[in-house]
């Protein structure tokens, strides 16, 4: 794990939504604002970065960013639709083009068997599509946010190409 994989990423996405004239928006749950950190830590970002939501609790999902409490019951915060509906709402509060959001289980407790620690759902919102991959990382609690700010930062950048 390396500090400067994450900063190269961040500056990559910036150069790409400053290319663009865009900005971006993040809703973070298991991550902690940690993509929000490393944005924000790229000289110029104020031009591309509009806000970043930490939503934790399924309270604050929901009031933050409108995710329904029946696709809380139904499908719990670890899953694809709460992280579309996630992205979404981070749109809809912002003025941002481009969004993420990233649901999961860091650990070490939290697991099932149906959704083991290191179960990470990434929202992605472009302008002409939105959509939620899951991510099975492993390593403890640091690891996992880690390969998922990386992996978020990654896809989000390749996206813009």
Same mark, same amino acid.
């Given at each position: 794990?390396?500090?400067?994989?994450?900063?190269?990423?961040?500056?990559?996405?910036?150069?790409?939504?400053?290319?663009?004239?865009?900005?971006?928006?993040?809703?973070?749950?298991?991550?902690?604002?940690?993509?929000?950190?490393?944005?924000?830590?790229?000289?110029?970002?104020?031009?591309?970065?509009?806000?970043?939501?930490?939503a934790?609790?399924?309270?604050?999902?929901?009031?933050?960013?409108?995710?329904?409490?029946?696709?809380?019951?139904?499908?719990?915060?670890?899953? !694809?639709?709460?992280?579309? !509906?996630?992205?979404?709402?981070?749109?809809?509060?912002?003025?941002?083009?481009?969004?993420?959001? *990233?649901?999961? *289980?860091?650990?070490?407790?939290?697991?099932?068997?149906?959704?083991?620690?290191?179960?990470?759902?990434?929202?992605?919102?472009?302008?002409s599509?939105?959509?939620?991959?899951?991510?099975?990382?492993?390593?403890?609690?640091?690891?996992?946010?880690?390969?998922?700010?990386?992996?978020?930062?990654?896809?989000?950048?390749?996206?813009?190409?």
């Amino acid at each position: 794990m390396n500090v400067r994989e994450i900063e190269y990423f961040a500056t990559e996405l910036g150069a790409r939504l400053q290319k663009q004239g865009w900005y971006l928006v993040t809703a973070e749950s298991c991550t902690g604002g940690w993509i929000a950190e490393a944005v924000t830590s790229i000289p110029g970002s104020s031009q591309w970065f509009d806000c970043g939501f930490v939503a934790y609790s399924n309270a604050a999902k929901q009031e933050l960013l409108a995710v329904s409490p029946e696709t809380l019951t139904k499908y719990g915060a670890v899953s !694809e639709q709460t992280a579309l !509906e996630m992205v979404k709402g981070a749109l809809a509060r912002s003025r941002a083009q481009i969004g993420v959001a *990233i649901t999961g *289980i860091a650990g070490p407790t939290g697991g099932t068997p149906q959704k083991p620690v290191g179960t990470v759902w990434i929202a992605y919102a472009f302008p002409s599509n939105i959509y939620a991959q899951r991510g099975f990382f492993s390593g403890d609690r640091y690891s996992i946010r880690y390969q998922a700010v990386i992996t978020a930062l990654q896809r989000l950048s390749q996206g813009l190409c």
